[in-house]
T-cell receptor
Framework: KNQVEQSPQSLIILEGKNCTLQCNYTVSPFSNLRWYKQDTGRGPVSLTIMTFSENTKSNGRYTATLDADTKQSSLHITASQLSDSASYIC???????????FGQGTTLQVKP | GAGVSQTPSNKVTEKGKYVELRCDPI?????LYWYRQSLGQGPEFLIYFQGTGAADDSGLPNDRFFAVRPEGSVSTLKIQRTERGDSAVYLCASSPRQGASSEQYFGPGTRLTVT
């Protein structure tokens, strides 16, 4: 069973619209939760990182939220652009080693 | 270069052959991670180095997989007797220090295809 589950698996939106991606995790304890963006054929790039005591973190048009009680996180993208088309991966970090536990990702396609 | 580099970018090999995948981390980064990403999935942890030693190799799927980092910089992932199920993108990441709060910087990956 995956320790990090994401939904939806894929999503298509029109340019300029907002969207929210969901992440549920069972990893406990954990050190932090990260959201990565992965363009096709590229390695993941970090968008946000939150410790368990943080509720929200923004990076430009990306805003991540974390509810450590319900073990849920979301990534909200505002005013989407064509360049936002990518896979978005939720990642939980194990304590001490920094080993990353990845979700399967949500594939976002932004259409003009 | 400023980022993590991996070579080759693509590797096609026949079943049963031996392959080596190379990772050049960001200069000065002491921690190095290998991950494997199958099509449509998120990456899965394979092995983690702190300096020259493998601090955690719990993700290596079996003894056909081995990785080294002899001088604490470049790392090589070695796969013996390759199988079709080994086909995936192999990602390397480096970090300036050990620990959960440290950022990991990923390379572009090596796409391995076993025919």
């Amino acid at each position: 069973k995956n320790q990090v589950e994401q939904s939806p698996q894929s999503l298509i939106i029109l340019e300029g619209k907002n969207c929210t991606l969901q992440c549920n995790y069972t990893v406990s304890p954990f050190s932090n939760l990260r959201w990565y963006k992965q363009d096709t054929g590229r390695g993941p790039v970090s968008l946000t990182i939150m410790t368990f005591s943080e509720n929200t973190k923004s990076n430009g048009r990306y805003t991540a939220t974390l509810d450590a009680d319900t073990k849920q996180s979301s990534l909200h993208i505002t005013a989407s652009q064509l360049s936002d088309s990518a896979s978005y991966i939720c990642v939980v970090t194990a304590p001490n080693t920094g080993k990353l536990i990845f979700g399967q990702g949500t594939t976002l396609q932004v259409k003009p | 270069g400023a980022g993590v580099s991996q070579t080759p970018s693509n590797k096609v090999t026949e079943k049963g052959k031996y392959v080596e995948l190379r990772c050049d981390p960001i200069s000065g980064h002491t921690a190095l991670y290998w991950y494997r990403q199958s099509l449509g999935q998120g990456p899965e942890f394979l092995i983690y180095f702190q300096g020259t030693g493998a601090a955690d190799d719990s993700g290596l799927p079996n003894d056909r997989f081995f990785a080294v980092r002899p001088e604490g910089s470049v790392s090589t992932l070695k796969i013996q007797r390759t199988e079709r199920g080994d086909s995936a993108v192999y990602l390397c990441a480096s970090s300036p220090r050990q620990g959960a709060s440290s950022e990991q910087y990923f390379g572009p990956g090596t796409r391995l295809t076993v025919t």
